[in-house]
């Protein structure tokens, strides 16, 4: 299982490296053979900036990001490309925050960008942030998930697309409540340690603390820790009702192999695990109830038609990294040919005034106006009993989308109130 899931990653990542080999070598080519239609092509090509880690703990979701938004991309350019011109996705690893910074900058000053996108490491997304701000140009924040970065962090140059902590604790508590595994309950947690584990942790402790748990303890964990050990053996000694996990990326993979290894007996949920990661735990190694932005089994026929071209091109489903970016770029797509500008302004208005988009959920979303969050339906999910999976990316077993039909959309999200966010 180990082995499936090491060759996996490799070649999805390797897929992402390909893409971006080959989209150099296009532009060296036509430079080096003197086509000067070519090059008027390309200069009069649209260009956006994307950054996604690429390397480290959260190098293997963006892997599946990079393939999302050439998706995308190849898709726009088919049918006729944004205002009648085709567009260019510079797509760069962003390493670290400092990294994302100095590369956003260059997008923008040296390579043309007209806008940026991507990231899902909430420190870096935040200093793209920074550089955007700066420049008074749009950043679409595809995946990085603090409630700081659309709160006291906020800028009106920063649109958020995927959900944030608050949203994923919140889904996720409604599980908890029904399965009657928080009140009374005595609750011990992992956390990893940077700016998006703090702001989980933060949310779970309230809404535990709302409801009836006790924390008994709560342990930092670097983000490139991977021995598990010491951590569950404190878990052992303290004797929980739950284990709660804010850990990231490719710890939570790591986490909860070591902790089927350990054979512990208490309940497990997690309010971070991206399907990928569940993915490579495999099947017998995950368990508990844990929340998802967006999954490839929702039932309608614009998802299975993304999902069917998705695994013909890549032989599996797409991870919600995948949808997120493919969806970012889609909406970008809309709101340049709506306004018919990729003016910073106008496109700020666009998404401003609550445009609908279709994002491949059973509902609409929209970006409110004052935090310039995405507004959309979420999910949670546990895993089914071994053996029933038709294959190693068929372990999950997903509940319904939440809020309910009849519900607001809004209503996981932190309201104006509760939210420090001035533009």
């Known amino acids: 299982m180990t082995k499936h899931k090491k060759d996996g990653n490799s070649a999805i990542a390797s897929a992402a490296r390909r893409s971006v080999l080959k989209a150099g070598a296009s532009v060296a080519g036509a430079l080096a053979l003197g086509f000067p239609a070519i090059v008027r092509s390309q200069t009069n090509k649209i260009k956006i900036g994307h950054l996604t880690p690429l390397t480290g703990f959260l190098g293997a979701l963006g892997a599946y990001a990079q393939l999302g938004i050439r998706m995308a991309e190849a898709e726009i350019n088919a049918a006729g490309g944004v205002m009648g011109r085709q567009i260019e996705v510079m797509s760069e690893d962003s390493v670290d925050p400092a990294t994302a910074s100095t590369k956003a900058q260059r997008m923008l000053e040296r390579d043309g960008a007209v806008v940026l996108m991507g990231e899902i490491n909430s420190a870096s997304a935040k200093t793209i942030m920074q550089v955007a701000a700066r420049n008074k ?11 700081v970065l659309r709160g006291k962090d906020c800028n009106r140059y920063t649109f958020h697309v995927d959900i944030p902590v608050t949203v994923m604790v919140n889904a996720e508590g409604q599980a908890l409540l029904r399965d009657g595994m928080v009140k009374g309950k005595r609750i011990y947690s992992l956390t990893a340690d940077y700016i998006f584990g703090h702001d989980l942790a933060k949310a779970a402790d309230n809404f535990f603390a709302a409801n009836g748990g006790t924390k008994i303890g709560d342990e930092l964990v670097a983000t490139d820790v991977t021995d598990f050990s010491p951590y569950l053996l404190k878990i052992r000694q303290a004797n929980p009702n739950l284990v709660a996990t804010n850990l990231a990326g490719n710890q939570v993979t790591t986490f909860v192999k070591q902790y089927a290894e350990f054979g512990l007996p208490y309940q497990i949920a997690g309010f971070n695990l991206n399907t990928a990661d569940a993915w490579a735990a495999g099947e017998g190694n995950l368990s508990g109830l844990w929340p998802a932005v967006w999954h490839h089994e929702i039932d309608t026929p614009e998802v299975k038609a993304f999902v069917a071209k998705f695994r013909k091109q890549h032989n599996q489903p797409p991870e919600n990294h995948a949808w997120v970016e493919y969806v970012s770029l889609k909406m970008m797509a809309q709101a340049m040919n709506d306004t018919k500008s990729t003016d910073t302004e106008k496109l700020i208005a666009y998404f401003e005034k609550q445009t609908p988009f279709d994002i491949l959920k059973t509902r609409k979303g929209y970006f409110r106006s004052w935090d310039h969050q995405l507004i959309q339906q979420a999910y949670t999910f546990t ?6 999976a038709k294959d190693k990316w068929d372990i999950l077993q997903f509940g319904p989308a939440v809020p309910a039909a009849n519900q607001p959309l809004e209503i996981l999200n932190p309201t104006k ?7």
Not at 137 to 147: N, V
Not at 383 to 388: A, E, L, M, S
Not at 417 to 423: E, I, L
């Open 137 to 147: 140009r749009l950043f679409m924040s595809t995946g990085a998930r603090s409630d």
């Open 383 to 388: 895993v089914k009993p071994k053996g029933q």
């Open 417 to 423: 109130a509760q939210n420090t966010c001035v533009m």
